[in-house]
């Protein structure tokens, strides 16, 4: 099996890791980006950008509509959820070919995968064979980058 040489392996295309990656490949040092799932990670995909796109919707028919109190009367109200979902997600679309964009520009190799890491506990090399081998100078990694919400007390 061919192993893959790098200088930079960063685990997850998240705030940390694509701007870690755009900042070393843009000085020349070959980066290689791998992420699982959310180019950009959770935020510009289904966190706090498309959150705020939704909010936003709402907000604007709390003004258009407002229950009482500013003297407006209007007729029936209706919110097209499917145009308000229609919006949010051509704009997820447009933040992730802004991402990869970047990464073009910058030079930085990401690799896409749906895999989870081999089990730890295996060293099978039926397992592990599957698997691209990277060879790096330099990991950093994040376990995760999906939003969470703490507990409020």
């Known amino acids: 099996m061919n192993a893959e040489h790098c200088q930079n392996l960063i685990i997850g295309s998240g705030v940390a890791g694509k701007i ?20 950009g990670g959770s935020c510009p995909n289904v966190a706090c950008l498309p959150s705020k796109n939704v909010i936003y919707s709402a907000k604007a028919v709390s003004l258009v509509h407002p229950t009482k109190g500013l003297g407006v009367v209007t007729g029936p109200l209706r919110v097209d959820m499917a145009g308000v979902a229609r919006r ?14 970047k990464f073009r520009e910058s030079g930085a190799e990401l690799i896409m995968t749906s895999r989870r890491s081999p089990s730890l506990s295996s060293n099978s090399p039926s397992k592990l064979g599957k698997w691209p081998v990277v060879r790096a100078a330099a990991c950093s990694g994040w376990s995760s980058t999906k939003a969470t919400s703490p507990a409020v007390f």
């Open 88 to 101: 949010k997600w051509q704009m997820v679309n447009e933040l992730v070919e802004v991402h990869l964009g």
């Open 20 to 39: 870690l990656a755009w900042t070393l490949a843009s000085q020349r040092q070959k980066t290689v980006v791998v992420e699982r799932a959310m180019v």
